[in-house]
């Protein structure tokens, strides 16, 4: 009987390690997309551009009130592209107008800078610096979605 019974323990013991084991193991490998930061998502995507695009990130300008620091500049033939990366979670409100948009996640809310704002104050100081030129503004979410239409300009 006691055979029976510490048979049956080791089993069940057994089973529950082989559970948590599996746990652990989804949970340190989810879903690979999550395991990478979105400066290392964004740098993997730009460097798929190919050899006609010049790609440089963490970009230090000198401004009128201050310095500004701008997450990537990618110069083409086709123009220079200014583009600021959010590594926020949740979902995006807002309008590209305004100056404020929210942050609902988990149900708490919080409100950030509209981003275009600061794309486009990026864009002003690289034209005092290197003259006109053709410039495309972007706004990358990483980790968010996108709730509201904020324009072609703005992807998630």
């Given at each position: 009987?006691?055979?029976?019974?510490?048979?049956?323990?080791?089993?069940?013991?057994?089973?529950?390690?082989?559970?948590?084991?599996?746990?652990?193991?989804?949970?340190?490998?989810?879903?690979?997309?999550?395991?990478?930061?979105?400066?290392?998502?964004?740098?993997?995507?730009?460097?798929?551009?190919?050899?006609?695009?010049?790609?440089?990130?963490?970009?230090?300008?000198?401004?009128?009130?201050?310095?500004?620091?701008?997450?990537?500049?990618?110069?083409?033939?086709?123009?220079?592209?200014?583009?600021?990366?959010?590594?926020l979670s949740g979902k995006i409100f807002g309008n590209k107008d305004d100056r404020e948009w929210k942050v609902k996640t988990k149900g708490v809310e919080?409100?950030?800078?509209?981003?275009?704002?600061?794309?486009?104050?990026?864009?002003?100081?690289?034209?005092?610096?290197?003259?006109?030129?053709?410039?495309i503004p972007g706004v990358i979410f990483t980790n968010a979605k996108l709730v509201d239409d904020f324009g072609p300009i703005v992807v998630s």
């Open positions: 009987m006691i055979e029976v019974v510490t048979a049956y323990w080791i089993k069940i013991f057994a089973t529950l390690v082989v559970f948590f084991i599996l746990i652990i193991f989804f949970l340190r490998n989810g879903n690979a997309k999550s395991r990478i930061s979105g400066a290392e998502l964004v740098t993997r995507e730009l460097g798929r551009l190919g050899e006609n695009y010049k790609i440089f990130h963490d970009v230090i300008v000198r401004s009128e009130r201050g310095m500004l620091h701008i997450d990537y500049v990618v110069v083409s033939s086709h123009g220079v592209f200014v583009l600021t990366r959010c590594d919080d409100t950030i800078l509209n981003p275009l704002w600061e794309n486009r104050k990026h864009i002003n100081a690289l034209e005092k610096k290197i003259g006109p030129r053709p410039f």
